[in-house]
């Protein structure tokens, strides 16, 4: 199982941001993918999950109604749209898989992924 981050950058406040996630298993169809983010000094946290079918999404409330969380099963990649861009969400972001089908609070925990791609910076300055 392999995870490949990427899309991060240097924006201004407001402007918009996707960062991709590669995604490669031998039956990916079964697990829940997440991104999860660490900003400098702080713990990491839950920044969005999906199941591979897409039919269930959760958002860390930090960021609900500003990132939309997505996969393309034809390509095995997994994206997060970033909008509105805050200082606050300057962190480095990771992309995680979890075999089992998660429920309730298991979404948000780092301990229910399996699997861990190296993180993409973001940079909003204030």
């Known amino acids: 199982v392999q995870l490949q981050a990427s899309g991060g950058g240097l924006v201004r406040a407001g402007d918009s941001l996707r960062l991709s996630c590669a995604f490669s298993?031998?039956?990916?169809?079964?697990?829940?993918m997440g991104w999860f983010r660490r900003a400098p000094g702080k713990e990491r946290e839950f920044v969005a999950g999906?199941?591979?079918?897409?039919?269930?999404?959760d958002y860390g409330p930090s960021v609900k109604g500003r990132f939309t969380i997505s996969t393309d099963n034809a390509k095995n990649m997994v994206y997060l749209q970033m909008n509105s861009l805050k200082p606050e969400d300057t962190a480095v972001y990771f992309c995680?898989?979890?075999?089992?089908?998660?429920?309730?609070?298991?979404?948000?925990?780092?301990?229910?992924?399996?699997?861990w791609g190296q993180g993409t910076q973001v940079t909003v300055p204030a």
């Open positions: 298993a031998r039956t990916v169809s079964t697990y829940t």
């Open positions: 995680a898989a979890s075999y089992l089908a998660l429920s309730g609070r298991s979404w948000s925990v780092s301990s229910s992924y399996d699997y």
């Open positions: 999906i199941t591979w079918s897409g039919s269930r999404t």
